[in-house]
């Protein structure tokens, strides 16, 4: 019903930019928060940050002044820009939405997710 799309990865060396990509496809009535979290083998997934519908932003300690999140509501996409980047940033990243779907009659809003982008930086 709702998919997750996500791109951008890669390998970068330490001090490096990359830019992640997530867009939102299906049947979509609308999308609250989007955020970007990121996973290490074996480790919780964490918050990197996060963005609601009105543009509000909220971020990790460890990404502030580096990374910055925003959304595009027409194209149902959020973005991650991340500059400065440490070989501690080196993660799989998800993209996360809250969206209002439909399924047979019945509407509701779920949260859904992207299938991971590896950002691996080199010191």
């Known amino acids: 019903q709702v998919q997750l799309v996500e791109s951008g990865g890669g390998l970068v060396q330490a001090g490096g930019s990359l830019t992640l990509s997530c867009a939102a496809s299906?049947?979509?009535?609308?999308?609250?928060?989007m955020g970007w979290y990121r996973q290490a083998p074996g480790k919780q997934r964490e918050l990197v940050a996060s963005?609601?519908?009105?543009?509000?932003?909220n971020y990790a300690d460890s990404v502030k002044g580096r990374f910055t999140i925003s959304r595009d509501n027409a194209k149902n996409t959020v973005y991650l820009q991340m500059n400065s980047l440490k070989p501690e940033d080196t993660f799989v990243y998800y993209c996360?939405?809250?969206?209002?779907?439909?399924?047979?009659?019945?509407?509701?809003?779920?949260?859904?997710w992207g299938q991971g982008a590896q950002v691996t930086v080199s010191s």
């Open positions: 299906g049947r979509i009535f609308g999308i609250n928060a």
């Open positions: 996360n939405a809250d969206v209002k779907t439909q399924s047979g009659p019945f509407y509701y809003t779920g949260a859904f």
């Open positions: 963005i609601t519908s009105g543009g509000s932003t």
